[in-house]
């Protein structure tokens, strides 16, 4: 069964402390891995899609990574704006869902 | 225009109330779909639309009736919901399906 776990489920940093995130997945095939943030009461912001392992890619502080079971989420020196919850998401080998994790609710204290 | 629209942004319906959640994307995007969130929780995937039609109903009552008039536009129709159907709806489109989803803000629907 095609499966999607986060940790930790809350993260607590503070200002400037670097750390990341992980996803786990289990899927029979994988045609990508989508990181998004979300904010309270607002709907799912993109921010990256990895296909395949060794995959990376930046944007601001964020840095995301891919392995063949795993994915991380890296947050170098966060700033209290990047407080949200972190959702990964794989589509569904066999059916047309994306299956999402249960998400880190991250917060950054100044 | 690389945004998913949805309208309105709050809703509050009675139970016996009739309303309409309304979606609309202009990127060309061949895949809409309906997802229910509720506080602290995933999205929920309620449908799943594929070239204005619909591909997947995750088992929703029918009390949700969805609608896709054409390419650019879904929407949700509501009837004689239940307070426990008050939550976040969310709409997103893809290229195709399993590709590259885009959201929308949400609904923030309560039912009283």
């Known amino acids: 069964e095609d499966q999607v776990t986060q940790s930790p489920e809350a993260l607590r940093l503070q200002e400037g402390e670097s750390s990341s995130l992980n996803c786990s997945y289990t899927?029979?095939?994988?045609?990508?891995l989508f990181w998004y943030r979300q904010d309270p009461g607002k709907g799912p912001e993109f921010l990256f899609t990895?296909?395949?392992a060794g995959e990376e890619k930046e944007k601001e502080r964020l840095k995301a990574t891919l392995t063949k079971k795993e994915s991380f989420l890296h947050i170098t020196a966060p700033k209290p704006e990047d407080s949200a919850t972190y959702l990964c998401?794989?589509?569904?080998?066999?059916?047309?869902?994306?299956?999402f994790g249960t998400g880190t609710r991250l917060q950054v204290f100044p | 225009d690389t945004e998913v629209t949805q309208t309105p942004k709050h809703l509050v319906m009675g139970m016996t109330n009739k309303k309409s959640l309304k979606c609309e994307q202009h990127?060309?995007?061949?895949?809409m779909y309906w997802y229910k969130q509720k506080a602290k929780k995933p999205p929920e995937l309620m449908f799943v639309?594929?070239?204005?039609?619909?591909?997947i109903n995750e088992s929703v009552p029918s009390r949700f009736s969805p609608e896709c008039p054409n390419s650019s536009l879904l929407n949700l129709h509501l009837h004689a919901l239940q307070p426990e159907d008050s939550a976040l709806y969310l709409c997103?489109?893809?290229?195709?399906?399993?590709?590259?989803?885009?959201f929308g803000s949400g609904t923030r629907l309560t039912v009283v």
């Open positions: 639309y594929s070239y204005e039609k619909l591909s």
């Open positions: 997103a489109s893809s290229q195709e399906v399993g590709y590259g989803y885009t």
């Open positions: 998401a794989v589509p569904s080998y066999n059916t047309d869902k994306l299956i």
């Open positions: 899927v029979s095939g994988l045609r990508g």
């Open positions: 990895l296909y395949s």
């Open positions: 990127m060309g995007h061949r895949a």
